[in-house]
């Protein structure tokens, strides 16, 4: 790989505004962030910050107010609703804090689920590439299992399982560990660092666990919708996370910032 | 997603809630079982009414005395009576399109044996071709002949219904019953023919040649007869009969032209249609009525399907992150509403069937003279499963619609 080589992901000035009536909650504010393949990056920030949105819009769920967004050299900002599904299909994987399996649904059919929606995987390469994925977590002998059956790690794993089947060039974890116990929670970390490590999968998390963030290469943190720091030294991340907290006595959440009410018209900032 | 396994998903979906999707098709259900029931029944109405038809012959014209007047009063049909045999042969000499003619001449009496009698529904006397025109057919014996009716000759033909009531064993032909004290050798048995379409026995028959009727049992020496039955050579000849006969007669009755016939002519197969008009009429409103409960079967199930797509927000939301397009999503959702909509189509027309054999059943039993057919038609089974799908794409449509524009975002967090 050249050093000209495009990023994996590219943001420039990307702002969310989420339009609540007469009010205006700027989510995120001129974000501008590249991610190379092959990072293991984590989100951290306090609630309201906009990791969240971040990632939506990193995932291709979401689409920014302003700014752009270019996946791979795809311009995933001016992609319609189809596009932003094929993308979601080749080229992310997602794993949610709340697992979301479907229920009643085997861990082997779960895993399938982004195959049925891909082109031209028959069913016996849906199933093979399904088991494959499954072997890979760990979870080789609970295919036929449901959910309901499978304890929260497990189901975490079948989760990342389904994140990997589609050979996915990004993975994004939303809180991965947050409804898990210490235990299985550095289980589901180490599965996400090995995936790293051998396989040179990207990984984007959200977090504010730091002892999750703590295993990240590089960690983001965010602060009233804008990147504060971007270090690759955990203990430089924690002093600006703490500052952050410090700083932020004494506002109640509902407000997030002063500084987040703009005038109409001037939502983009100058220069 | 191909279609097979869109159709696995909502099998399965549908699986899950069994006692609901089983509400849900209950409109449907109701509604083709109640239009298939309908539709049956009507149809077994209209053949009916067309094999009974059929059985008196559907070429048939008749031809009767106008109503005569008297000042102001009408005596009605026949009351003149101006049809001679001679118009009846008239017609089977001179009328191209026409097969062969009857007279009959009614009458009534009891018919003795032995020491048993019996009082048959039917007495008529007719001509040598009654056979021919009324589509009957001997079992026994023979009929009448040319020279049975210049000689007005005591013989008779009698219907199965007198051999049982007369005959227990004894073999009818050529024994001698009595009327009026007159004695008729029985020189031919019918088949059986059943009841007719108001359900009197048409086998209760005794015929005799018109001319006996009329000179020995009714003692007239007119030569006028009741009514002519005129059998044309082909159905789709009738409008030919008819106008000949037509012609014919006023020449021979010294009809004026402009003025009123002395005679008038039925064709059969105008009742035959005006019957088959009633029924098909019949038939259309309650299965219109039958329908209304269609569409309040397909209300019910676009009500269930809103409720399952807000259920299944979560699910909705899932499939969106992994990749479904809002495509995927709506074809998923209208598909199950068709399959919904699909089976209690199909599970109406087996109740519809069902219903209808039953009804018929009672209708048969009830009366003993006259078979109902029960008929099951291909068409209808089509028209049901057609239907019905179109219920569901109809009423499935909005709620998959809704499905497919939700916000990916939004539908993940729905708890």
Redesign the interface.
């Known amino acids: 790989m050249n050093d000209d080589a495009k990023p994996l992901i590219q943001l420039s000035d990307v702002w969310k505004v989420y339009n609540l009536g007469e009010v205006k909650v700027e989510a995120l504010r001129g974000v501008c962030l590249t991610i190379e393949s092959g990072e293991y990056v984590a989100l951290m920030g306090p609630s309201g910050s906009g990791k969240s949105t971040l990632m939506n819009m990193l995932g291709c769920l979401d689409r920014p107010t302003e700014g752009s967004y270019l996946l791979d050299g795809e311009d995933a900002t001016s992609m319609s609703r189809n596009g932003r599904a094929r993308l979601r299909n080749r080229r992310i994987g997602f794993v949610f804090q709340n697992f979301n399996l479907l229920a009643r649904t085997s861990a082997v059919e779960n895993v399938e689920l982004p195959l049925l929606y891909a082109r031209g995987v028959s069913a016996s390469q849906r199933r093979h590439r399904a088991v494959e994925a499954l072997k890979q977590v760990g979870l080789g002998d609970r295919l036929h299992h449901h959910p309901g059956q499978l304890s929260g790690g497990q189901q975490q794993r079948v989760a990342v399982a389904r994140a990997l089947v589609n050979d996915p060039a990004i993975l994004m974890a939303d809180e991965p560990t947050g409804n898990l116990d210490s235990k299985t929670s550095r289980e589901v970390i180490q599965l996400l660092r090995t995936l790293n490590e051998e396989s040179g999968i990207t990984i984007i998390l959200v977090t504010h666990d730091q002892d999750i963030g703590r295993h990240a290469k590089r960690i983001l943190v965010l602060h009233d919708g804008q990147i504060v720091e971007d270090t690759t030294d955990f203990g430089t991340a924690l002093r600006s996370l703490h500052r952050d907290e410090d700083h932020l006595v004494v506002p109640p959440p509902h407000t997030p910032a002063q500084g987040a009410k703009r005038p109409e018209g001037t939502s983009k900032p100058m220069g | 997603?191909n279609l097979l396994?869109t159709i696995r998903i909502a099998l399965r979906a549908l699986r899950?809630n069994k006692m609901r999707a089983g509400l849900t098709i209950l409109g449907v259900v109701i509604g083709i079982a109640a239009v298939t029931a309908m539709v049956s029944i009507g149809q077994s109405a209209s053949s009916l009414v067309q094999g009974q038809f059929e059985s008196l012959g559907t070429n048939i014209l008749v031809i009767f005395s106008a109503s005569h007047r008297h000042g102001p009063v009408h005596h009605g049909q026949g009351s003149i009576r101006s049809l001679t045999a001679g118009d009846s042969e008239a017609i089977a000499d001179e009328c191209p399109a026409v097969l062969a003619t009857s007279p009959i001449v009614g009458t009534g009496g009891q018919v003795i044996y032995g020491n048993t009698n019996w009082r048959p529904r039917e007495m008529v006397g007719v001509g040598t071709d009654y056979l021919i025109v009324g589509n009957w057919t001997l079992r026994h014996g023979g009929f009448f002949t040319e020279r049975d009716i210049s000689s007005s000759s005591k013989v008779c033909v009698i219907g199965q219904t007198l051999v049982a009531k007369l005959f227990q064993t004894t073999n009818p032909l050529n024994e001698t019953i009595r009327i009026s004290n007159i004695p008729f050798r029985i020189i031919g048995i019918l088949e059986p023919k059943g009841a007719n379409i108001v359900g009197e026995d048409q086998d209760n028959i005794i015929m005799m040649p018109h001319t006996t009727v009329a000179k020995r049992l009714r003692r007239t020496s007119f030569d006028t007869v009741d009514v002519i039955l005129v059998s044309a050579r082909a159905v789709d000849r009738m409008p030919d009969a008819q106008r000949e006969v037509r012609q014919l007669l006023c020449e021979r009755h010294h009809v004026a032209p402009g003025q009123p016939a002395d005679f008038e002519v039925q064709d059969m197969t105008e009742i035959a249609d005006i019957l088959g008009v009633i029924t098909g009429t019949m038939t259309l409103l309650l299965s219109s009525i039958a329908g209304i409960s269609l569409v309040v079967g397909g209300v019910g199930i676009m009500n269930i399907m809103l409720v399952s797509v807000t259920e299944r927000t979560?699910?909705i939301?899932?499939?969106?992150?992994?990749?479904?397009?809002?495509?995927?999503i709506l074809r998923q959702f209208l598909i199950e509403s068709i399959l919904l909509a699909m089976i209690g189509g199909l599970v109406g027309f087996g109740l519809g069937v069902a219903a209808s054999a039953g009804i018929t059943a009672v209708i048969n039993s009830l009366m003993k003279s006259v078979e109902w057919p029960t008929v099951i038609s291909i068409p209808a089974a089509v028209l049901a499963i057609v239907f019905s799908s179109a219920v569901g794409i109809a009423f499935g449509f909005y709620p998959a619609w809704r499905a497919s524009k939700l916000d990916?975002?939004e539908a993940?967090r729905y708890e």
């Open positions: 997603m396994v899950k979560r699910e939301g899932i499939r969106m992150a992994v990749g479904a397009r809002g495509g995927d990916p975002i993940l």
